[in-house]
């Protein structure tokens, strides 16, 4: 099989939503990709890279809305909503996204789509990694953001 590098843009201590104590899992091995050519779907573990799902689609002269650099994991890049290529044309990446399969913090599998937990599944569409914002600070973090860019 070949080897992607794998995703996962700031391991240092105080990122990848863990603070200075905590544990960080390697999802790389939960990166399965199935084609289903005919409902033109693709379900993708969440350990995969966009280099991988991108390499596999080709195989099938098919592409999907993705990251635009190889290496960003499919994880991280669709809990952030995700700027694709076509991304003027199909939307953000979370736009494109029909369910989810995952674990909640009581150990339950739940399936997350428009017709089932639905809440969950529109939080998963761009709410950040462990939902971290609010909707009630959106003035605040878009300030911080005007204020970090005007810094630069
Ligand atoms: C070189 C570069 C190019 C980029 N290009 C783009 C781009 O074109 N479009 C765009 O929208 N963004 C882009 N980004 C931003 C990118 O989407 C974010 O950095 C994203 O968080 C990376 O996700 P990851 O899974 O690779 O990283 P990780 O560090 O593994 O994850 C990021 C965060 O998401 C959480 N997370 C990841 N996977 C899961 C999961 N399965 N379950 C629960 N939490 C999870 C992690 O806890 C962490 O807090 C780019 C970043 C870089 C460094």
Do not use: C
């Not at 990251?67 to 994880?75: E, I, K, L, Q, T």
């Not at 736009?95 to 809440?119: F, M, Q, R």
């Amino acid at each position: 099989m070949t080897n992607y590098s794998i995703g996962g843009h700031n391991a240092n201590v105080g990122y990848g939503s863990v603070g200075k104590e905590g544990v960080v899992l390697d999802l790389s091995a939960l990166n399965e990709i199935i084609v289903f050519e005919e409902e033109g779907v693709v379900s993708v573990g969440p350990g995969a890279t966009w280099e991988a799902v991108y390499t596999e689609l080709e195989k099938h002269r098919l592409t999907v809305a993705g990251g635009r650099v190889s290496d960003v994991g499919v994880g991280g890049l669709i809990l952030g909503g995700g700027m694709s290529h076509f991304t003027t044309r199909w939307g953000s990446v979370a736009d494109n996204l029909i369910n989810v399969e995952l674990v909640t913090a009581d150990s339950k599998i739940v399936i997350a789509s428009a017709g089932e937990n639905d809440d969950l599944f529109r939080a998963l569409k761009g709410g950040g990694a462990n939902f971290v914002y609010n909707g009630n600070d959106a003035a605040k973090i878009l300030d911080a953001t005007v204020r970090v860019q005007e810094a630069m």
